[in-house]
């Protein structure tokens, strides 16, 4: 049971350049989220997706856009990458999006490490 | 001001030792209040979930909440090399997705 698997670990842009996060859970989970990681700030959330089809904004979705492409793929992309997006990315899912509330967990992949120069 | 406020620490404590990690909160919306675990190079993974005011037990670990006080706080007894980690708060209210985390801890037991 992977849970929550993010590719790639690892990246460095140049600024303006294009990519794409993507993240699978094999939960069968149906809310998924996009979270940012900074020094300082804490994590923040980019995007969210409640459920399949659909996709809404979170705290800081500026620069960024979103795909949910089933139930089990959220994919995270920059367009025109700047050296502000430099970060952590997490992707989280849980299995409904009051999870809060009821106490079940939003489990987390390891995170994807940007560097934009 | 930001709506939650953590000590970054660094914080250094022998094995064995009661750790006392805390949040402060301006949002008195908030009634639902987690602690996450997270180890280094890795994703946070949730520790202790609390609604509303009180404590909850599990093994060595009690969390806290005064809503009167808009203070939080997770206590590890028997503290192991193994709960080196950065420890945050979470904290949301009622109606929006939002979860808002602290900036997180780290805490280091020393062997």
């Known amino acids: 049971n992977a849970g929550v698997t993010q590719t790639p670990k690892f990246q460095v842009l140049k600024t303006g350049q294009s990519m794409t996060l993507q993240c699978a859970q094999d939960m069968n989970h149906n809310s998924m989220y996009w979270y940012r990681q900074d020094p300082g700030m804490g994590l923040r959330l980019i995007y969210y997706?409640?459920?399949?089809?659909?996709?809404d904004k979170g705290e800081v979705p500026n620069g960024y856009n979103v795909s949910r492409l089933n139930k089990r793929e959220f994919s995270l992309r920059l367009e025109s990458a700047a050296p502000s997006q430099t970060s952590v990315y997490f992707c989280?899912?849980?299995?409904?999006?009051?999870?809060?509330?009821?106490?079940?967990?939003?489990?987390f992949g390891q995170g994807t490490r940007l560097t934009v120069v | 001001q930001k709506e939650v406020e953590q000590d970054p620490g660094p914080l250094s404590v022998p094995e064995g030792a009661i750790v006392s990690l805390n949040c402060t909160y301006s949002?008195?919306?908030?009634?639902?209040f987690m602690w996450y675990r997270q180890y280094s190079r890795k994703g946070p993974e949730l520790l202790m979930y609390t609604y509303s005011s009180g404590n909850k037990e599990d093994g060595r670990f009690t969390a806290q909440v005064d809503k009167s006080s808009k203070y939080i706080s997770l206590f590890i007894r028997d503290s192991q090399p193994s709960d080196s980690a950065t420890y945050l708060c979470a904290m949301k209210n009622f109606g929006n997705e939002k979860l808002t985390f602290g900036t997180g801890t780290r805490l280091t037991i020393i062997p």
């Open positions: 997706s409640a459920s399949e089809g659909t996709t």
């Open positions: 989280a899912s849980s299995e409904d999006r009051i999870w809060w509330k009821t106490g079940t967990e939003a489990f």
């Open positions: 949002n008195s919306a908030f009634q639902y």
